[in-house]
Protein backbone atom coordinates (compact mmCIF):
# COMPACT_ATOMS: atom_id res chain seq x y z
CA UNK A 1 0.00 0.00 0.00
CA UNK A 2 1.06 3.86 -0.81
CA UNK A 3 -1.12 5.02 1.88
CA UNK A 4 1.42 7.58 4.16
CA UNK A 5 3.67 7.54 1.25
CA UNK A 6 4.76 11.06 -0.80
CA UNK A 7 3.88 10.46 -4.78
CA UNK A 8 6.51 12.28 -7.40
CA UNK A 9 3.79 13.69 -10.18
CA UNK A 10 4.82 16.36 -12.88
CA UNK A 11 2.92 19.36 -11.79
CA UNK A 12 0.22 20.66 -13.47
CA UNK A 13 -0.52 16.98 -14.78
CA UNK A 14 -4.23 15.38 -13.05
CA UNK A 15 -4.17 11.77 -12.22
CA UNK A 16 -7.69 10.87 -12.33
CA UNK A 17 -7.51 7.61 -10.28
CA UNK A 18 -5.41 9.25 -7.28
CA UNK A 19 -6.88 12.60 -6.65
CA UNK A 20 -9.08 11.55 -4.22
CA UNK A 21 -6.83 9.90 -2.85
CA UNK A 22 -4.65 13.53 -2.49
CA UNK A 23 -7.86 15.29 -1.73
CA UNK A 24 -8.43 13.01 1.34
CA UNK A 25 -4.92 13.08 2.14
CA UNK A 26 -4.24 9.18 2.03
CA UNK A 27 -1.48 10.18 -0.07
CA UNK A 28 0.50 13.17 -0.33
CA UNK A 29 1.36 14.70 -4.06
CA UNK A 30 5.12 16.12 -4.64
CA UNK A 31 5.28 18.00 -8.06
CA UNK A 32 8.28 18.42 -10.02
CA UNK A 33 8.52 19.77 -13.95
CA UNK A 34 8.93 16.59 -15.64
CA UNK A 35 9.24 12.85 -15.91
CA UNK A 36 12.67 12.79 -16.42
CA UNK A 37 13.06 14.61 -12.69
CA UNK A 38 10.74 12.26 -11.09
CA UNK A 39 13.63 9.31 -11.94
CA UNK A 40 16.09 11.20 -11.34
CA UNK A 41 14.86 11.70 -7.32
CA UNK A 42 14.36 8.12 -7.22
CA UNK A 43 17.34 6.97 -8.57
CA UNK A 44 18.83 9.04 -6.20
CA UNK A 45 16.69 7.55 -3.27
CA UNK A 46 15.18 10.58 -2.11
CA UNK A 47 11.12 9.47 -2.22
CA UNK A 48 10.30 5.85 -3.34
CA UNK A 49 7.50 6.81 -5.94
CA UNK A 50 6.51 8.62 -8.92
CA UNK A 51 4.31 8.34 -11.71
CA UNK A 52 5.35 8.55 -15.34
CA UNK A 53 4.55 6.87 -18.88
CA UNK A 54 6.07 3.71 -19.34
CA UNK A 55 7.41 4.99 -22.81
CA UNK A 56 9.59 7.61 -20.88
CA UNK A 57 10.64 5.09 -18.35
CA UNK A 58 11.88 2.49 -21.05
CA UNK A 59 13.20 5.08 -23.59
CA UNK A 60 15.32 6.58 -20.07
CA UNK A 61 16.13 3.46 -18.88
CA UNK A 62 17.60 2.56 -22.24
CA UNK A 63 19.65 6.03 -22.67
CA UNK A 64 21.30 6.57 -18.97
CA UNK A 65 22.76 4.58 -16.35
CA UNK A 66 21.68 6.09 -13.52
CA UNK A 67 18.23 4.35 -13.92
CA UNK A 68 19.38 0.61 -14.24
CA UNK A 69 18.21 -0.30 -10.63
CA UNK A 70 14.65 1.49 -11.20
CA UNK A 71 11.40 -0.69 -11.98
CA UNK A 72 7.69 -0.26 -12.58
CA UNK A 73 5.06 -1.70 -10.78
CA UNK A 74 3.61 -4.18 -13.28
CA UNK A 75 -0.40 -3.56 -12.26
CA UNK A 76 -1.19 -0.07 -12.55
CA UNK A 77 -0.86 1.19 -15.39
CA UNK A 78 -4.00 3.25 -17.31
CA UNK A 79 -3.54 3.94 -20.79
CA UNK A 80 -4.06 7.47 -21.89
CA UNK A 81 -4.31 9.47 -24.80
CA UNK A 82 -2.12 12.19 -25.94
CA UNK A 83 -2.90 15.14 -28.50
CA UNK A 84 -1.62 17.29 -31.14
CA UNK A 85 -1.36 20.48 -29.92
CA UNK A 86 -0.81 23.57 -32.44
CA UNK A 87 -1.21 27.28 -32.60
CA UNK A 88 -4.45 28.69 -33.52
CA UNK A 89 -2.62 30.46 -35.85
CA UNK A 90 -2.01 27.24 -37.57
CA UNK A 91 -5.05 25.50 -38.30
CA UNK A 92 -4.42 24.39 -41.42
CA UNK A 93 -1.94 21.55 -40.07
CA UNK A 94 -4.70 19.99 -38.33
CA UNK A 95 -6.92 20.35 -41.29
CA UNK A 96 -3.71 18.41 -43.27
CA UNK A 97 -3.34 15.67 -40.62
CA UNK A 98 -6.00 12.91 -41.63
CA UNK A 99 -4.18 13.35 -44.81
CA UNK A 100 -0.94 13.10 -43.39
CA UNK A 101 -1.71 10.27 -41.17
CA UNK A 102 -2.12 7.55 -44.43
CA UNK A 103 1.53 8.79 -45.93
CA UNK A 104 3.19 6.00 -46.17
CA UNK A 105 6.29 7.70 -45.49
CA UNK A 106 5.35 9.54 -42.43
CA UNK A 107 3.83 6.44 -41.02
CA UNK A 108 7.32 4.77 -41.51
CA UNK A 109 8.91 7.57 -39.59
CA UNK A 110 6.33 7.40 -37.18
CA UNK A 111 7.19 3.60 -36.44
CA UNK A 112 10.87 4.74 -35.86
CA UNK A 113 9.83 7.05 -33.45
CA UNK A 114 7.41 4.82 -31.43
CA UNK A 115 9.83 1.99 -31.46
CA UNK A 116 12.39 4.10 -29.97
CA UNK A 117 10.05 4.61 -26.87
CA UNK A 118 9.30 0.88 -26.39
CA UNK A 119 5.55 1.36 -27.68
CA UNK A 120 3.69 -0.41 -30.70
CA UNK A 121 2.71 2.13 -33.68
CA UNK A 122 -0.38 -0.60 -33.80
CA UNK A 123 -2.33 0.06 -30.84
Known amino acids: ?8 CVRGYYYANLEKLFIEGKISRANVN ?3 QIMKVIARDRYKFGIISLSAFNYKKRTEKIYDELTYSKNHQDDFMRYIQVSKTKKDIVEDLPSISKNKAFLKELEVLFNNYGLDISK
Open 1 to 8: SMYGEKLL
Open 34 to 36: SED
